[in-house]
Structures are given as structure tokens and as C-alpha cells.
């Protein structure tokens, strides 16, 4: 398949999943507010999870990383709370199973980085001359062309832990006409990195902790400020710089 059969597909997974958990939960009156609700809170994913299953985690993982709208999902929290719900100690089946939980969502991962490489290496410089829309804004693109530009091919690896430049990385790597060896074995690292050690983190604090499901606002709380906290440095380094020059500027 080529990559428009590809954005095709989940475009379309998407705008059927959505209005469909959207009745079936009851989570809101309007669509807007139940997706808002479905994708900024710990009892959304849940939901989520429990009546997407793995097909839902499958998309967003692809979504998030292979199509440029993607970047407003959620990642590590929605990871992580798949991984909670993988284990059980009630004695019930657990949602999810560990084992498929990985074998399925590190491909999603890869191949969604693939399709972003390809957006990259054929449409990189018209993205550059598009203009800012409601889904697409020109500065993301290039705050992670600055990333690339300090940290190399490693890019593609510490993006996926960063929201939005993981949306963005392959993009970037394929615009700037990265070896597609080289991009490949950046990719299943990180992709095999970011998706196992999001879901095993919550399937063993789910192992070591008693109905942590009772404390799970809080573990997403933290792994959303921990998955933050990267650009928050940078952007406060970023600003810092730009005072300092200001400073030197005004002193001639």
C-alpha cells in the first residue's frame, strides 16, 4: 500500500471509532466534549481502551507518529494506562494482554514513524510553504528541525518521549534527506523503546501497587509532566538565550 492508502485507512478507523464510543459511553452530550473528555483523562482512556481494545491503541499509536494531525493525541498517558490495564489481581481476565499489547503497538509505532518519513522525503518542502491551519502549525515543524539540528540521527529515538516532535521527527529526518538504513534502525529502537517501557512501566506499577486503578489520576499526572518537562527546559533555555542577546543587543 502506498501512502495514501495508509492515511486513507486510519483517517477513516478514526472518524468511525470516534462518534461511536461517543454514544456508546454516554461520556458527553456532544461529540466535541466526549472526544475532549475521551483523550485528556485518565477514565477516558479507560473507556477507550476498554471498548476499542487493542484496534483503538493501534491506530492512535500510527496516528500520533505517521500522520502530521496526530500530534495532539495522547502518547505516553494512554500507553501507560494500557499497560495498568494489562494486569489484574481481582482475579478477572485484565483488559489487555501484555504480550499482544507489544507485538501489535511497536509495529503501529514503526510504521507510523515509516509513513512520516515518506511525508517527509516527498512533501518536507512544501510543508514548509503551507500555510498555519487549525491542524497544522509551521512552527512544530520547526522547532523540530532545531531538535534534529542538535541532536542528529538520536532524534528519532529521545523524540519519541516528547510530545508533538514525535509527530514531527520522521517528517523532519526525510526532509532532510536522512539515509533510510540509518532512519530504520533509529526507528525500531525508539519505537521498540518507547512502547515497551511505557506499557511495562504500568503493567508492573499495576503488579507492585493494589488497585493503583484508585490512585490512576495521579500516576497519569506524573507521566504527563514527566513527558512535558523536556520541552518545558527547552523552551525556558530557548527564552533565556533569546534575553541574553537582547541584553548584548541593547548594550551597543
Given amino acids: 500500500m502506498n501512502k495514501r492508502t495508509y492515511l486513507f485507512i486510519a483517517l477513516a478507523l478514526l472518524m468511525i471509532s470516534l462518534p461511536a464510543w461517543s454514544q456508546s459511553t454516554g461520556a458527553a452530550a456532544d461529540s466535541s466534549s466526549g472526544i475532549l473528555h475521551m483523550i485528556t483523562t485518565p477514565g477516558g482512556f479507560r473507556n477507550l481502551i476498554a471498548w476499542g481494545g487493542y484496534v483503538v491503541l493501534f491506530v492512535i499509536v500510527f496516528?500520533?507518529?505517521?500522520?502530521?494531525?496526530?500530534?495532539?493525541?495522547?502518547?505516553?498517558?494512554?500507553?501507560?494506562?494500557?499497560?495498568?490495564?494489562?494486569?489484574?489481581?481481582?482475579?478477572?481476565?485484565?483488559?489487555?494482554?501484555?504480550v499482544w499489547l507489544n507485538l501489535l503497538l511497536i509495529p503501529a509505532a514503526i510504521i507510523g514513524d515509516g509513513v512520516g518519513y515518506v511525508i517527509g522525503l516527498r512533501s518536507g518542502k512544501r510543508l514548509l510553504n503551507r500555510p498555519d491551519s487549525r491542524f497544522f502549525k509551521k512552527e512544530h515543524l520547526q522547532k523540530t528541525?532545531?531538535?534534529?539540528?542538535?541532536?542528529?540521527?538520536?532524534?528519532?529515538?529521545?523524540?519519541?518521549?516528547?510530545?508533538?516532535?514525535?509527530?514531527?521527527?520522521?517528517?523532519?529526518?526525510?526532509l532532510a534527506r536522512m539515509p533510510y538504513r540509518q532512519f530504520a534502525v533509529f526507528n525500531i529502537t525508539g519505537g521498540v523503546l518507547?512502547?515497551?517501557?511505557?506499557?511495562?512501566l504500568g503493567y508492573f506499577l499495576a503488579r507492585s501497587i493494589p488497585n493503583i486503578e484508585s490512585y490512576i489520576?495521579?500516576?497519569?499526572?506524573?507521566?504527563?509532566?514527566?513527558?512535558?518537562?523536556?520541552?518545558?527546559?527547552?523552551?525556558?533555555?530557548?527564552?533565556?538565550r533569546k534575553q541574553q542577546v537582547e541584553e548584548?543587543?541593547?548594550g551597543q
Fill in 63 to 98: 496516528s500520533e507518529t505517521g500522520l502530521l494531525i496526530g500530534f495532539f493525541l495522547p502518547g505516553d498517558s494512554l500507553l501507560v494506562t494500557a499497560g495498568l490495564l494489562a494486569y489484574s489481581d481481582t482475579g478477572a481476565p485484565a483488559l489487555l494482554n501484555i
Fill in 145 to 174: 528541525e532545531a531538535f534534529y539540528a542538535k541532536h542528529g540521527g538520536k532524534t528519532i529515538i529521545l523524540a519519541r518521549f516528547i510530545p508533538v516532535i514525535r509527530t514531527f521527527a520522521p517528517v523532519v529526518a526525510g
Fill in 194 to 200: 518507547w512502547i515497551a517501557s511505557t506499557t511495562l
Fill in 217 to 240: 489520576h495521579y500516576v497519569i499526572g506524573i507521566v504527563i509532566l514527566l513527558s512535558v518537562l523536556p520541552v518545558a527546559i527547552e523552551y525556558l533555555r530557548h527564552r533565556s
Fill in 248 to 250: 548584548v543587543t541593547e
